[in-house]
């Protein structure tokens, strides 16, 4: 298990600023369900005047119906070439949320076997055979 450092003194001394989330892709803190909110897609879960989002999982036979208030928080960083160069660890989907998001998507995934390793690939938007719809001549 990671180290989770108690932050609550160094947020005592924070000072706000002016910050609006449009969309985000977040887990649910209580249940783990993983959204996909949007101001601009109405949404049961998300009320972007109040920064408001509610869970609404209901895969476990009941509802989770915690209710938060997003914001956003901005760490200082020192100016070094290796500091914050990578990724946080938690903005990078992990094995159980990738499914979730994949299932939403519902779009398709290659075997890492078919990734591309061109510097400009021929195509990126393909379908499957039985994906595509019939042609109208074909169905008289």
């Not at 408001?52 to 997003?70: A, D, H, P, Q, V």
């Not at 938007?125 to 042609?135: A, C, G, I, M, V």
């Amino acid at each position: 298990m990671s180290y989770t450092p108690d932050t609550r003194e160094r947020l005592a001394h924070a000072t706000r600023f002016f910050a609006r989330i449009e969309r985000a892709t977040l887990e649910c803190p209580r249940c783990g369900y993983v959204y996909q909110i949007s101001s601009r897609v109405p949404s049961a879960t998300w009320d972007p005047m109040t920064a408001r989002f509610t869970c609404t999982n209901r895969t476990s036979g009941s509802s989770c119906g915690k209710t938060y208030i997003l914001g956003v928080v901005a760490w200082p960083i020192i100016p070094a070439p290796k500091v914050a160069s990578a990724t946080p660890r938690d903005q990078v989907p992990n094995e159980r949320q990738l499914v979730q998001l994949r299932k939403e998507g519902g779009g398709w995934w290659l075997a890492d076997e078919a990734r591309i390793s061109t510097a400009r690939p021929d195509d990126t938007n393909l379908t499957t055979e039985d994906e595509r719809p019939e042609d109208a001549d074909e169905e008289d």
